[in-house]
């Protein structure tokens, strides 16, 4: 079972709404994972996919209706089915680490010019970023190599 989610406020971006949704969903189980942000209009909107089995979906569905990240204001909430992919949970999970670290990295370092924390310190930080970044590309070119799979069996090369 697929689910998109649409959750709209005048503060549902920068509260940490995407990873508050993907903790639950990895807690719960669920196959399926994707959230982002984007804006409608002038009101911000978290866009959730999910997928899982029926009971899974439930849950999520109840929790998402029920509990909210402390700083957001959610004004609505509306849920629908949806019949298109989603990204696997554990991908999705990657993709967020990734994208905290290429925003933490030049923080860090703003802060260490700052400070004078140690340039071993500063090695390491480079270090986590390339290490993240391989594998986000390796998981980036499986996905296009399956896709053009998937495509080439339904003859839509």
Same mark, same amino acid.
């Given at each position: 079972?697929?689910?998109?989610?649409?959750?709209?406020?005048?503060?549902?971006?920068?509260?940490?709404?995407?990873?508050?949704?993907?903790?639950?969903?990895?807690?719960?189980?669920?196959?399926?994972?994707?959230?982002?942000?984007?804006?409608? &209009?002038?009101?911000?909107?978290? +866009?959730?996919?999910?997928? $899982?089995?029926? %009971?899974? *979906?439930?849950?999520?569905?109840?929790?998402?209706?029920?509990?909210?990240?402390?700083?957001?204001?959610?004004?609505?909430?509306?849920?629908?089915?949806?019949?298109?992919?989603?990204?696997?949970?554990?991908?999705?999970?990657?993709?967020?680490?990734?994208?905290?670290?290429?925003?933490?990295?030049?923080?860090?370092?703003?802060?260490?010019?700052?400070? &004078?924390?140690?340039?071993?310190? +500063?090695?390491?930080?480079? $270090?986590?970023? %390339?290490? *993240?970044?391989?594998?986000?590309?390796?998981?980036?070119?499986?996905?296009?190599?399956?896709?053009?799979?998937?495509?080439?069996?339904?003859?839509?090369?």
């Amino acid at each position: 079972m697929k689910l998109k989610i649409k959750i709209a406020g005048p503060k549902v971006h920068d509260v940490g709404y995407r990873y508050f949704l993907m903790s639950n969903a990895i807690d719960l189980g669920l196959k399926g994972f994707h959230a982002r942000n984007r804006m409608n &209009g002038e009101k911000q909107e978290v +866009l959730a996919l999910v997928e $899982g089995d029926q %009971e899974e *979906i439930a849950d999520f569905k109840e929790l998402v209706e029920t509990r909210k990240p402390e700083l957001s204001e959610v004004s609505s909430i509306v849920f629908e089915d949806y019949g298109g992919d989603v990204m696997r949970v554990g991908d999705y999970a990657q993709v967020c680490t990734a994208l905290q670290m290429n925003k933490a990295i030049p923080l860090l370092l703003k802060i260490q010019n700052n400070t &004078g924390a140690t340039p071993q310190i +500063l090695e390491e930080l480079k $270090g986590l970023r %390339e290490d *993240i970044q391989p594998g986000y590309a390796t998981n980036f070119r499986q996905m296009q190599t399956d896709i053009r799979a998937i495509k080439d069996r339904l003859g839509m090369s």
